[in-house]
């Protein structure tokens, strides 16, 4: 049941009143969206002005989602200070249907991956919250560097990502024929750490995000299979080299491109799963970034676990499991 909305209906008579109206919705205790909008909100028309409102939304007496939607209005003006905050919610214990919550509010501006990781390496997150992160950022293709580096230390993540190298592909790939199990490398695929459904298509199941996979076993060779797993940038289809887009206002959109207008670029954006079109005249960078999928995903992956999740892949598209 939706929580009761304040009353907006003086905001035309005393300003002080709409922004206290909306400070109620940051406050509001059953609806995480709509106290999100509420702090998102107090921030944009209160701007500074409303710090100390929203600095106390932000204390640690707060229940989560107060602190969410804090950090979320305090990121429209002072993005260090968000920062910084937002560090301290994730130094603790948070519910995983919040992790997107906080990092949208900073990957969608141009500083605000490098301002939070900062602030990450003051304050780390904890191990968990920092892994559903990661499997968070790995789902929407987004993979801003610093960021991804402080939870990945804090997640115990911090190596060096395999490489497929000639000796590392025809050795593992001796291995997948001999002893993979495709039907456990299903189970692989599935799993929620890695998103693979989230951005993969197989059998008219998963998204869209990243090629259909249907029949990759039968129309690449195994070795090729793994080099493009492992290192997602060797080989990129052109229509699923993705793009990063920032606007003047700092606003960032990653995604694919898609049909635009006249005057407009637009793109399939990764994370809000919808077509953004923007006025080229609005844009002030526009860079290519390859593969959506990271680099590294795979490192924490047991000899055996790789061997069954290739074997998988290898048969798609051949008639078995």
């Known amino acids: 049941m939706r929580s009761p909305q304040p009353d907006l209906s003086k905001r035309n008579a005393d300003p002080a009143c709409y922004v206290e109206s909306i400070r109620e919705l940051a406050c509001t205790p059953n609806d995480d969206e709509m106290g999100l909008a509420g702090g998102v909100a107090l921030g944009t028309i209160g701007g500074t002005k409303s710090l100390p409102q929203l600095t106390n939304l932000a204390n640690p007496g707060r229940v989560v989602g107060e602190r969410i939607a804090a950090a979320a209005g305090i990121a429209v003006f002072d993005l260090r200070r968000a920062?910084?905050?937002?560090?301290?919610?994730?130094?603790?214990?948070?519910?995983?249907?919040?992790?997107?919550?906080?990092?949208?509010?900073?990957?969608?501006?141009?500083?605000?991956?490098?301002?939070?990781?900062?602030?990450?390496?003051?304050?780390?997150?904890?191990?968990?919250?920092?892994?559903?992160?990661?499997?968070?950022?790995?789902?929407?293709?987004?993979?801003?560097a610093n960021l991804v580096a402080a939870f990945n230390k804090a997640a115990g993540f911090d190596v060096e990502p395999l490489r497929a190298t000639s000796e590392f592909v025809a050795k593992l790939g001796a291995e997948v024929r001999s002893r993979g199990d495709a039907t456990r490398g299903r189970e692989i695929f599935c799993r929620a750490d890695l998103?693979?459904?989230?951005?993969?298509?197989?059998?008219?199941?998963?998204?869209?995000?990243?090629?259909?996979?249907?029949?990759?076993?039968?129309?690449?060779?195994?070795?090729?299979?793994?080099?493009?797993?492992?290192?997602?940038?060797?080989?990129?289809?052109?229509?699923?080299?993705?793009?990063?887009?920032?606007?003047k206002d700092g606003e960032t959109y990653t995604g694919f491109r898609a049909n635009a207008g006249d005057g407009e670029f637009a793109l399939r954006d990764t994370v809000r799963n919808e077509v953004i079109r923007i006025r080229q005249d609005r844009i002030s960078q526009q860079r290519n970034i390859g593969s959506v999928m990271p680099d590294g995903l795979f490192n924490q992956f047991t000899r055996e676990e790789l061997i069954d999740l290739f074997r998988y892949l290898a048969e798609l598209g051949k008639g078995k499991p």
């Open 195 to 247: 998103a693979c459904v989230n951005c993969h298509s197989v059998g008219g199941e998963g998204g869209n995000i990243g090629p259909d996979l249907n029949a990759i076993g039968s129309g690449q060779p195994l070795d090729f299979i793994i080099g493009a797993v492992l290192e997602p940038n060797r080989e990129v289809k052109e229509s699923f080299e993705a793009v990063e887009v920032t606007t």
């Open 83 to 144: 920062s910084a905050f937002t560090s301290k919610i994730l130094s603790r214990d948070v519910p995983p249907a919040r992790i997107s919550q906080l990092l949208a509010q900073f990957t969608q501006r141009k500083a605000g991956p490098d301002s939070l990781a900062t602030a990450l390496d003051r304050t780390p997150a904890t191990r968990d919250n920092a892994r559903l992160a990661l499997r968070w950022l790995h789902s929407t293709g987004l993979q801003p």
